[in-house]
C-alpha cells in the first residue's frame, strides 16, 4: 500500500486516540469532583486503643491526608430582591407539606408540633462525630443505635470529659425520634429543613482537635484541619445555608483551640462555647452564641451527704496550674499571698496521681473554691466547685457564664475583681467575712441548681442538656424577633412590588 493511501488511515487512529484521551480525561474530573465533596469511604475505619484515647490507622491517616486542599469561597452574595424574600417569615403552608410533614413526625418520639425547638441536623458521615469515637456501623449507617445503649460509643474519659457537650447534644436529638424513650422533648429533630428553628452540625470539633490536632511522622497537615476545611466546602454547599448565610446553624465549638481554622469562615452561625476568649467579638459574641458549662470532671457530692459549714475545716481551696498568661497572671500573685495561710490550700495540680480524685475530695472538704482565670476566662473548676457543693469563688473580670439570662449566680458564688483580689488581705478579709448563715444559704442553693450542670443520656428536665437547648431557644426568639422588627415595612415593599 502507498503511503499516501495509508494518510487517511493514520489521520483516522490519530482521531481515536485524542478522542480516549480527552473521554478519559473527563471521567477522571468527574470523579475528582465528586471525591472531594466528602472524604472516603475507607475513612471510616478507626481502631480504639484502651478505650479511651482513639487514633486513625497509619495507612488510612495517609490516605487523608493526601486528599487535595481546594481553596473556599464564600457562597455568592444574594441579589437584595433574594435577600428580602428570605428574610420574609413565610407561613408553614407555602412550602411543599407532605411525608416530611410535621404532622406526619409525631410517630417518632418527641412530637415536633409540641417541641421548644425543631432541628433539622445533617446527616454528615461517621468521621465527623462518632467515627471519631472509634465507632463503625453497617455498611451506609450513620448513627448508632441510640435506643441500645450497649451500642453507643463512650466519650474519651480524663479532661476529654469537660468539652464532650457536642456528644451529649446530638445523642440528645437522635433520641428525639426514639419511641418510648424517656425523654424530654424541649428539642426535636425534625427531617425537613424548611420547617427547623434551627440547623445543627453534629461536629465533634472539641474531640477532632484532642486527638487529631498534631502531626504524625511526614504528614503536612493534620487530620483536625482538614476535617474543618471539608466541613466548610460541605456547609457552603447546601441550600440551607445558603437561604440565612448560615444564621440559624449551631456549631459547637467548646474547647478554645477548636475549629481554629474554620470559625472566620463560619463565624455568621451560632456557637456554642465555653466563653469568648480567644474569639474576636466580630466572629462570637453574647448577642448571637450560647456559653455552655463545662462538664465536670469531679463526681458530684450527693446533697444527703455534702458536709456543711461546721464540716468544712479548709477556708479556700484551689489546686491547678499556677504559673498562666494573660489575665491568668493573678493566679502567680494570689499564690504567694495566700500559700502560707493555716486556713488555706493553694497548690499545683494536675490530673496525673490520681489528680481529680484529690481535688473533688479537697473541694467537698473547703467553704470556698477559687474560680481564678487562666489563659481564658472561664475555667471546668467553677462546674467542679458546684458539684462539691463548695462555694465559689470567681475572679474573672471577663467571664461570661451558662444561661445567665435565667440564673442569678450572685445567689450561690462570690464575685472578686481581679484587681482587688490581689490587694493585701482583701480576699481572705472578705471570706471570713461571710458568717456560717449566708454561707448556708448560697451553699443550699447549690443543691438546688445543681442538676443545672448535670450531662446525662437520655437528658433530663433541667438539666444541662435541657437547659443549653433552653438556651438556643431564646436565642432563636431574639434573632427572629430582631428580624421580623427590620422586616415590619418589607413585606409590604415586596407586595407593591408583585401586584
Known amino acids: ?57 497509619p495507612n488510612v491517616e495517609n490516605e487523608l491526608m493526601e486528599l487535595p486542599m481546594q481553596a473556599v469561597e464564600a457562597p455568592p452574595v444574594e441579589s437584595k430582591d433574594a435577600t428580602r424574600d428570605r428574610d420574609i417569615d413565610y407561613p408553614v403552608s407555602d412550602v411543599i407539606k407532605d411525608e416530611d410533614s410535621i404532622e406526619n413526625q409525631s410517630d417518632l418520639g418527641c412530637d415536633p408540633a409540641k417541641a421548644r425547638l425543631r432541628v433539622f441536623m445533617y446527616d454528615l458521615p461517621p468521621l465527623y462525630h462518632f467515627g471519631l469515637l472509634g465507632w463503625k456501623g453497617e455498611k451506609d449507617q450513620i448513627w448508632p443505635n441510640v435506643s441500645n445503649r450497649s451500642q453507643i460509643p463512650s466519650y474519651p474519659g480524663g479532661l476529654n470529659l469537660q468539652h464532650s457537650m457536642e456528644y451529649w447534644l446530638t445523642l440528645d436529638l437522635l433520641s428525639s425520634n426514639v419511641p418510648n424513650m424517656d425523654h424530654t422533648c424541649t428539642a426535636v429533630r425534625v427531617k425537613n429543613s424548611s420547617q427547623a428553628d434551627v440547623i445543627f452540625v453534629p461536629f465533634f470539633s472539641s474531640l477532632s482537635y484532642n486527638q487529631h490536632s498534631k502531626l504524625h511522622g511526614k504528614e503536612k497537615i493534620n487530620v483536625n484541619k482538614i476535617l474543618q476545611h471539608k466541613l466548610i466546602h460541605f456547609l457552603f454547599g447546601q441550600k440551607e445555608w445558603r437561604r440565612g448565610g448560615g ?26 462555647l465555653a466563653d469568648f476568649g480567644r474569639y474576636p467579638a466580630a466572629i462570637a459574641n453574647v448577642e448571637k452564641d450560647i456559653i455552655a458549662p463545662y462538664r465536670h470532671v469531679v463526681k458530684t457530692v450527693p446533697s444527703t451527704k455534702s458536709a456543711t ?3 468544712r475545716p479548709i477556708l479556700v481551696y484551689f489546686q491547678g496550674a499556677i504559673y498562666r498568661k494573660d489575665a491568668g497572671v493573678v ?46 476566662p472561664s475555667s471546668n473548676r467553677l462546674f467542679d466547685s458546684i458539684a462539691s457543693h463548695c462555694v465559689p469563688v470567681i475572679i474573672s473580670d471577663d467571664i461570661e457564664l451558662p444561661y445567665e439570662d435565667v440564673l442569678d449566680y450572685s445567689e450561690f458564688c462570690v464575685f472578686v475583681r481581679a484587681a482587688d483580689s490581689i490587694r493585701k488581705g482583701y480576699l481572705l478579709n472578705l471570706l471570713r467575712g461571710i458568717g ?59 407586595l407593591l412590588k408583585n401586584s
Not at 495561710?341 to 473547703?366: C, L, P, R, W, Y
Request: aromatic share 12%; proline share 2%.
Open 1 to 57: 500500500m502507498s503511503e499516501k493511501s495509508m494518510l487517511p488511515t493514520r489521520l483516522f487512529l490519530y482521531l481515536i486516540t485524542i478522542s480516549m484521551f480527552l473521554l478519559i480525561l473527563s471521567s477522571v474530573f468527574i470523579l475528582q469532583s465528586n471525591y472531594n465533596s466528602f472524604v472516603p469511604s475507607s475513612v471510616l475505619k478507626f481502631i480504639v486503643v484502651n478505650n479511651t484515647s482513639n487514633y486513625l490507622k
Open 247 to 272: 444564621k440559624d446553624h449551631l456549631i459547637i465549638a467548646h474547647h478554645p483551640n477548636s475549629m481554629l481554622d474554620a470559625r472566620k469562615k463560619l463565624g455568621s452561625a451560632m456557637f456554642v
Open 309 to 311: 459549714f461546721d464540716e
Open 331 to 376: 493566679r502567680q500573685e494570689l499564690y504567694y499571698l495566700l500559700k502560707d495561710e493555716e486556713d488555706v490550700h493553694f497548690t499545683f495540680g494536675s490530673v496525673k496521681g490520681n489528680g481529680i480524685n484529690k481535688a473533688g475530695q479537697g473541694m467537698a472538704s473547703s467553704k470556698f473554691c477559687l474560680n481564678i482565670a487562666g489563659d481564658t
Open 436 to 494: 456560717q448563715e449566708r454561707w448556708t444559704k448560697m451553699w443550699d442553693r447549690i443543691k438546688e441548681i445543681v442538676h443545672e450542670f448535670e450531662y446525662q443520656y437520655p437528658s433530663q428536665s433541667g438539666d444541662a442538656v435541657d437547659m443549653i437547648w433552653q438556651a438556643v431557644s431564646r436565642k432563636v426568639s431574639k434573632i427572629k424577633s430582631n428580624r421580623n422588627r427590620k422586616n415590619r415595612y418589607s413585606r409590604s415593599q415586596l
